[in-house]
C-alpha cells in the first residue's frame, strides 16, 4: 500500500496562493493516480483535482478550474497544487488520495480512492 501526507497549509487573505504538497512512501508511486479533496465544516468531502499516474491527464472541480493547478513529481513521489486567486469559500481541510493506476480512467468519486493522508488546513480570511 502507499502512505500519504499533505503539508503547506495555512491561514491566507482572500486574492493570496498556496502550494500544497503530497508525500507518498511505500508502494511504487508511479501505480497510483492521485486526487485532491477538501472538506469544509459541516459539508461532505468534495473532490478538487486528480492527475493520472504520468501527468498526461488531469481534471479539476468546476469551482478552482483557472485558479487551481496539480502536478506530480515521480522521481520526488510527489504531488503539488498550486492554488490562486484564494476565496474564503476555499476554506476547508485538503486531502491527497491514491487510486490505482490499473484503473485507466481519472474519477471524482471519494470511494474509488483507496489511500489517505490525514490532511492538511487551509482557511483563506476575507
Known amino acids: 500500500q502507499v502512505q500519504l501526507v499533505e503539508s503547506g497549509g495555512g491561514l491566507v487573505q482572500a486574492g493570496d496562493s498556496l502550494r500544497l504538497s503530497c508525500a507518498a512512501s511505500?508502494?511504487?508511486?508511479?501505480?497510483?493516480?492521485i486526487g485532491w479533496f477538501r472538506q469544509a465544516p459541516g459539508k461532505g468531502r468534495e473532490f478538487v483535482a486528480a492527475?493520472?499516474?504520468?501527468?498526461?491527464?488531469?481534471i479539476y472541480a468546476d469551482s478552482v478550474k483557472g485558479r487551481f493547478a496539480i502536478s506530480r513529481d515521480n522521481p520526488r513521489n510527489t504531488v503539488h497544487l498550486q492554488m490562486n486567486s484564494l476565496r474564503p469559500e476555499d476554506t476547508a481541510l485538503y486531502f491527497c488520495?491514491?487510486?490505482?493506476?490499473?484503473?485507466?480512467?481519472?474519477?471524482?468519486?471519494?470511494?474509488?480512492?483507496?489511500?489517505w493522508g490525514q490532511g492538511t488546513q487551509v482557511t483563506v480570511s476575507s
Open positions: 488520495a491514491a487510486r490505482s493506476a490499473g484503473w485507466a480512467v481519472l474519477v471524482r468519486l471519494s470511494s474509488s480512492y483507496g489511500y
Open positions: 511505500g508502494r511504487t508511486f508511479v501505480g497510483y493516480h
Open positions: 492527475i493520472n499516474w504520468d501527468a498526461g491527464s488531469t
